[in-house]
């Protein structure tokens, strides 16, 4: 198994988020020995959904996305969650906060609806990914080449579809980051 016990890795999100696409990804992580911090608008806690209609857990915020450093994190985690996504990506700062892991270089891992934010930062044009099919035209509006793949990866870039897909997803996030 990977050793990760020096990497920090940031999950961007708010209410609404679908909880198996936190805490899967975070669990292979903090199993792996990152360390992992949720980012988020949301104020102390946020409540997770299971689809579109069930609330699920409450989780505590780590670090407001107000006072979160991008510069402080080796990738960033981008989980879907219709509501989390759709609010999330018109959240002040969080674009930016986005756009500067991108710039970086470093590793960015978005699942379901989480690429929304991507399009929003205009980080798209000829990059590969997928997505969760609901928004797959909204994805390639903005520039990008839409796979109906499992997990697509593009240099630090890596995407997946939806729930179902997590393990590869996570082993993917795993696999950039060792």
């Known amino acids: 198994m990977a050793d990760l016990s020096s ?15 936190l805490t899967e990804p975070r669990k292979a992580l903090d199993e792996a020995g990152a360390t992992t911090r949720i980012v988020s608008p949301a104020g102390e806690t946020l409540t997770a959904m299971k689809g579109d209609w069930d609330h699920a857990d409450t989780f505590d915020v780590d670090v407001a996305l107000a006072d979160a450093d991008p510069s402080d994190y080796d990738a960033l985690v981008l989980p879907g969650g219709t509501v989390n996504a759709d609010t999330i990506r018109i959240a002040e700062g969080a674009t930016d906060f986005v756009k500067a892991f991108l710039r970086e270089g470093k590793t960015v891992a978005a699942i379901c609806h989480g ?14 990914l997928t997505s969760f099919q609901s928004i797959r035209v909204d994805l390639q509006n ?9 997990v697509v990866v593009d240099n630090n870039l890596i995407t997946s579809r939806n729930p179902g897909d997590l393990e590869a997803f996570s082993t993917e996030i795993i696999k950039a980051l060792s």
Do not use: N
């Open 7 to 21: 990497k920090k890795v940031a999950f961007l999100l708010t209410h609404g988020v679908e909880q198996a696409e």
């Open 115 to 128: 690429p929304w934010i991507l399009a929003e930062a205009d980080a798209l044009r000829g990059r590969s």
């Open 142 to 150: 903005a520039g990008a080449e839409w796979q109906d793949s499992q």
